[in-house]
């Protein structure tokens, strides 16, 4: 298991954000498509209806965060508070034919989706991880064989990884390498 970026890759499973465990929130990555995990977001699109993939509310680490994240820390254990990861929200549009309009039926019906997806990093991101994410997660959505060969990718080295997550600039090297595929 170890998290690249703005994913979790656990041995052939992709997850944006943190793998989920029971009913916590989570969104996988498949060959097939998208699969919304956890209490009150059960769910599974196709790749060929995803338009758009995108992630907000994402921590990128700066020193206003840092400081931030002290402090909170500091409030939540000296007021005997619990400690909850931080969430990022996982936008998936989608445009699928309305057969159902009167204006024409080759309308199309735009729909966003938002899901929940804890964040991995618990003192966020950098900004260069956090681009090359969002660029990997566009990328996925060109295509069939675009995506196909870059899911592949990752969850080929999540099979071969043994250990935890690796440093910021081996992360970095293997979000570049992926979107090269």
């Not at 990022?88 to 966003?112: G, H, L």
């Amino acid at each position: 298991m170890a998290m690249v970026g703005l994913f979790w890759i656990a041995e052939g499973d992709v997850y944006v954000g943190a793998k989920p465990s029971g009913l916590a929130p989570g969104v996988r990555l498949s060959p097939e498509g998208v699969t919304a995990l956890g209490d009150k977001q059960s769910a599974f699109w196709l790749w060929d209806d995803i338009h758009e993939l995108t992630v907000e509310n994402v921590p990128v680490k700066s020193l206003k965060l840092h400081l931030g994240t002290m402090v909170d820390m500091a409030l939540t254990l000296g007021l005997g508070g619990e400690d909850e990861a931080p969430t990022m929200t996982v936008r998936i549009r989608t445009e699928t034919s309305d057969e159902t309009s009167d204006e024409t039926s080759d309308a199309e019906a735009v729909a966003d989706v938002e899901l929940t997806a804890y964040t991995a990093a618990a003192s966020g991101y950098s900004q260069t991880e956090y681009d090359l994410s969002r660029a990997l997660l566009s990328r996925m959505t060109e295509g069939a064989a675009t995506l196909h060969t870059t899911l592949a990718a990752m969850a080929e080295w999540g099979r071969g990884h043994e250990g935890g997550s690796p440093r910021a600039a081996r992360r970095e090297e293997l979000l570049a390498a992926w979107l090269e595929v």
